[in-house]
């Protein structure tokens, strides 16, 4: 994999207007003082942090409590940690890992050795259930366009904010001299349907993850901490035997759409982060049903809507 070690030398040496987000990171490091909101500073060490996941809103947790608002406030509380298989989201920050550079791929390995087998012919390798993960880098480094296109500073931290409340972003990749971003996803299938129940249609993996509203936000993020307007592209590759992979654009009318639920949304979500109004359950997600109390009696065909 000798090729993603060259990319990662010259991605160094690219995207030179980003130097203002490093530097804040390198000052935000020197102070570990968090007595207050007012003196919270965004840095690689705390950008997951339940302080500043409180402070900044975030197109994960806004995504999750338009998913379910009583799950994501207990989650965001602390009092509730979803159980689902990590497979997935430690493949995919493998992946991650390995095209920000070879310091932090290693960081990675250092920190989840869960995904490296422990005994038998494989010891200190990946286990199988993560192999997938380097089919796909390899489906990516080995691919000139890709090469060529994930040029920049990656990994950056953006904050601003949208219609009076303060967000958060981190730029996969961040190219300002060319003017895009890239955020790189990996999916089940590139052409698998999801089924949008709430609009009686079926729709590609963007927008069932709603991703586009990610890419707006990044979009506007990045324009207030740099002064640019950058074109957002997802490069997504698929989880299967023999991974695919394509340069994925959004849509203006996507990202328009992903500016009118933030509008929409926000000022209940906020009330609903405050304790100023009670949180909504979605009925359907495992918390929902955890807390649930047979409460009524329903019809056979209302099982299904």
């Known amino acids: 994999m000798t090729t993603a070690t060259k990319n990662q030398q010259t991605n160094r040496q690219t995207s030179q207007q980003a130097k203002p987000v490093e530097s804040k990171q390198q000052q935000s490091k020197k102070s570990n003082k968090k007595t207050s909101h007012s003196d919270l500073r965004l840095d690689d060490d705390n950008y997951y942090s339940k302080d500043t996941d409180w402070f900044w809103q975030s197109p994960t947790w806004f995504k999750k409590f338009l998913n379910c608002e009583a799950e994501a406030l207990a989650e965001l509380k602390g009092d509730y940690i979803p159980d689902f ?76 904010e949208l219609f009076g409340v303060k967000w958060k972003g ?44 990610q890419m707006w936000v990044y979009q506007q993020l990045i324009k207030q901490t740099f002064g640019v307007v950058c074109q957002p592209y997802i490069v997504a590759v698929s989880k299967e035997k023999v991974p695919d992979k394509a340069i994925v654009s959004i849509p203006d009318y996507r990202m328009e759409e992903a500016k009118r639920e933030i509008e929409m949304r926000q000022n209940h979500i906020e009330l609903v982060k405050t304790g100023q109004i009670r949180p909504n359950f979605c009925g359907k997600c495992d918390y929902c049903k955890e807390h649930k109390l047979l409460s009524s009696i329903i019809p056979m065909d209302q099982l299904i809507i």
């Open 85 to 160: 298989d990590q497979t997935a989201l430690l493949a995919g920050n493998y992946l991650h890992s390995y095209f920000e550079s070879k310091e932090a791929h290693e960081e990675f390995l250092e920190n989840h050795p869960e995904i490296l087998a422990k005994t038998g012919k494989n010891k200190g390798k990946l286990k199988s259930n993560y192999l997938i993960a380097d089919k796909a880098i390899e489906c990516l480094e080995t691919d000139p366009a890709f090469n060529e296109l994930y040029q920049g500073d990656k990994e950056v931290i953006v904050t601003g």
């Open 170 to 213: 981190k730029i996969d990749c961040l190219n300002l001299e060319r003017g895009y971003f890239i955020d790189l996803k990996t999916t089940a299938k590139l052409d698998k349907k999801y089924w949008n129940n709430k609009e009686h249609t079926w729709e590609s993996f963007v927008a069932a993850y709603n991703y586009q509203l």
